[in-house]
Every structure is written in C-alpha cells, then in structure tokens.
C-alpha cells in the first residue's frame, strides 16, 4: 500500500516569469464571491486585476492573495476594457452565449484580459459586445450554471494548465 504524507501549506510552484492574464470581475451583488475570486486569482498567480466599484475585500477569504495582487478600481469595466484591449490584449468573456466556445477546446492567448459575468446577469450586452472570444463551461445538471467563482476557478486552472511555466 502506498504511503502519503499530508503536506499541509506547501510552497508554491515556481513561475519562470509572471503570469500575463489580467482578470476582470464586475460589481458583484455578493463580496464573498468577490474575495473567493481574488483569492483564486492569487493561487493561479496573477497579479493584476480590475474590479468595478469600490468593494470591500473580505482578507480572512482573499488571504495572502491580497499581498500579490494589484487591484484597479473602475467605476464602469467598459473604458478600462477598451485601453487594455487597445494595448494588445484580447478581451476574453466567460459566459453562457451564442458562439461561445466551449473551455475544454479554447485556447487562451497568452496575454489576454479574462471577463468574468455578474453572478445574476452575466455578462451585460454593453461588455459582451466587446468580447474578441466568449468561453463557456459546459453544465450537465442543473443548477443551469456555476457559481462565478467556481467558474472563475475552473477558467483560470484551465489557462494555468495551458500555461503551467507563467
């Protein structure tokens, strides 16, 4: 029978250089969803992230995450979206639409901005327009959809696996 140690905290796994995915979350209705997608963020490595409002960050959720993560604030996503795509980064939706592609067959560009929907509205038509590709996760069983930030999750662990040296 094999042996296995718990390892509790285990370092992180060294990037060769930093992530280039910037994550862009919308007001949300709940900050718990809100901290649970920082944090994740700061598991996957990034740090950098825009955020609508002004929300308060729970830190007993968020964690360290908080430490690595530059966070802009925006009063509306749309202008920042736009300079940042301008720059050269594809604006990457993720949202149940017509003409979506499937995470499992996506391939992210290296250097893109990833959208994450409201978690009772999605992604609104003004944003969604401007989306260069729209990913979704396939669902079977109900409910309909995840919860944003176990989607969030499960999008970012997909461009870390496509993407595992940074």
Known sequence: MNEFRHIRHQPPSQLTKPRELV???????????LARIVRVAGCC??????????PKIDATIARDSLQQITIENHRTLLPALRRWRESGRPLVGLEQAEG???LHEFR????AVLVVGHERLGLDGDLLSQM???VEIPIY??????????ATAMALYEYCRQYPEG
């Open 132 to 134: 260069d590709h729209v």
């Open 23 to 33: 994550l862009a979350v919308p007001k949300m209705q709940s900050n718990v969803n």
């Open 45 to 54: 490595g990034l740090t950098h992230m825009l955020v609508e409002g002004n």
């Open 100 to 102: 979506s592609i499937s």
């Open 141 to 150: 069983g109900r409910p309909f959809s995840y919860n944003v930030a176990t």
């Open 108 to 111: 992210f560009p290296r250097q």
